[in-house]
């Protein structure tokens, strides 16, 4: 059997458009410690994780309508938006699956929250689920 390429799920991630009503639910009804708020302009988006266990919830407000996740809302409202594979070296892992036959979004990693590196494969290969990959910061869990 092959070694498999992810090991964990690292978050999902949530398309809102109000992020004080999303942690209502997210931290108030089904308690959930917020970790993190964060702008990530470089994906247009104000973001909040929440801790679940070894894992995140991760909420998604776009910071304008021409925004990938401002387009997905506008398209089919708010709802499951992607998952996230945690990984150790991007690089090598999108090497692996551009190998594969795996249409990538991203062919660099870019930035995202928590100063991790990501990149997003593209849902037309992987059966519809918007996927990204993170490689996290060192020293952030
Ligand atoms: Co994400």
């Known amino acids: 059997m092959r070694a498999p390429v992810f090991g964990l799920i690292d978050h999902i991630g949530v398309a809102v458009f109000d992020l004080d009503a999303a942690l209502e639910l997210y931290e108030g009804s089904f308690g959930m410690p917020v970790a993190h708020r964060e702008t990530v302009t470089e994906q247009g988006v104000e973001a909040v994780l929440l801790d679940v266990g070894a ?38 892992t999108l ?20 100063r991790s590196r990501v990149a997003f494969l593209h849902p037309r290969s992987t059966g519809g689920v918007l996927t990204e990959i993170v490689e996290p910061d060192r020293g952030v869990h």
């Open 55 to 92: 894992t995140h919830v991760e909420l998604l407000r776009p910071l304008a309508g021409e925004t990938a996740v401002g387009r997905f809302l506008a398209k089919r409202g708010p709802g499951l938006h992607h998952v996230a594979y945690r990984v150790d070296d991007i690089a090598a």
């Open 95 to 114: 090497a692996e699956l551009r190998e594969g036959g795996i249409d990538l979004i991203d062919a660099e990693p870019r930035t995202g929250i928590r």
